[in-house]
């Protein structure tokens, strides 16, 4: 399983930025995927889950209503876009994949992409 994430870079605050995980060796199905993220210092958080097998998504509360995360059949990856962002946003942010459901310890997990929202 490989999971490569792309889309990060420096955003102004208030701004919009799209991740995407591009996913091979699972059916993209019938997997549960995460974004998770790391800011300079501070421990991993999960910020959003999409559920395996039409399951919906879930969020962090700092990120609800901000981020949305979806899959991408056609381009086999998940996507997460992000609004409205903040400098507290800054980090870098992780997919990762599991054949049961979201935790914090999934069985596969990319090398991460940084972003860094900044005026």
């Known amino acids: 399983v490989q999971l490569v994430e792309s889309g990060g870079g420096l955003a102004l605050p208030g701004k919009s930025l799209t991740l995407s995980c591009a996913v091979s060796?699972?059916?993209?199905?019938?997997?549960?995927y995460a974004w998770f993220r790391q800011a300079p210092g501070k421990k991993r958080e999960a910020v959003a889950c999409?559920?395996?097998?039409?399951?919906?998504?879930l969020y962090a509360d700092s990120v609800e209503r901000r981020f949305t995360m979806s899959r991408d059949n056609a381009k086999n990856a998940v996507n997460l876009r992000m609004g409205n962002l903040k400098p507290e946003d800054t980090g870098v942010y992780f997919c990762?994949?599991?054949?049961?459901?979201?935790?914090?310890?999934?069985?596969?997990w990319g090398k991460g992409t940084l972003v860094t929202v900044s005026s």
């Open positions: 990762a994949a599991d054949s049961t459901l979201c935790h914090a310890d999934m069985d596969y």
């Open positions: 060796g699972v059916p993209l199905g019938s997997y549960a």
């Open positions: 999409l559920r395996s097998n039409g399951g919906g998504a």
